[in-house]
């Protein structure tokens, strides 16, 4: 998913898994709905790198947020469900030269936690109960960006 930082306007989504094809087809689209030079921020997926360079070039401000994660605990009475937490981020310039300050990848999260957790609502009650199948899910891809 993929939003204006200040207006929270939506511009571009796309559902599938994170590797390669998926990038190259959330980037087409973005681009097909998008004019000018503006600022993209995405996690450190590598494939981003790759999609963003062939749908937009050196037309952009693109920069990606690397997080670095502590080990999880797993010790004591709570290491069940424990996960890493976010020690620190790593900005990234990939090309032309985006602002420091609004490379950020949050409010983007954000949104796609909202949407996950309304769109879990909205699931039938029985489907819920019934345990999850090897099948892979679908995810969003995160990107924000400043125009």
């Known amino acids: 998913m993929r939003s204006q930082s200040e207006s929270k306007l939506i511009i ?22 998008t004019e000018g030079i503006f ?22 401000h693109f920069a ?7 080990s999880p605990d797993i010790t004591g009475p709570d290491w069940y469900g424990a ?6 981020t790593i900005p990234s310039v990939r090309c032309g030269r985006p602002e420091p300050r609004f490379v950020s990848t949050s409010h983007v999260e954000r949104l796609n ?3 996950r ?9 029985n489907e819920r109960a019934q345990p999850q199948t090897g099948e892979s899910q679908g995810v969003c891809c995160a990107l924000g960006c400043v125009v």
């Open 117 to 125: 957790t309304h769109l879990r609502r909205l699931r039938p009650q």
């Open 83 to 88: 996960t890493s937490r976010v020690t620190g």
């Open 39 to 60: 600022q993209l921020t995405s996690d450190g997926l590598r494939a981003y790198v790759d999609a963003v360079d062939a749908h937009f070039a050196t037309s952009i």
């Open 64 to 70: 990606q947020l690397i997080k670095l994660y502590s």
């Open 12 to 33: 571009s989504h796309y559902i599938g898994q994170r590797d390669a094809d998926s990038a190259w087809y959330f980037m087409r689209d973005l681009r097909a709905r």
């Open 113 to 115: 936690l909202s949407v």
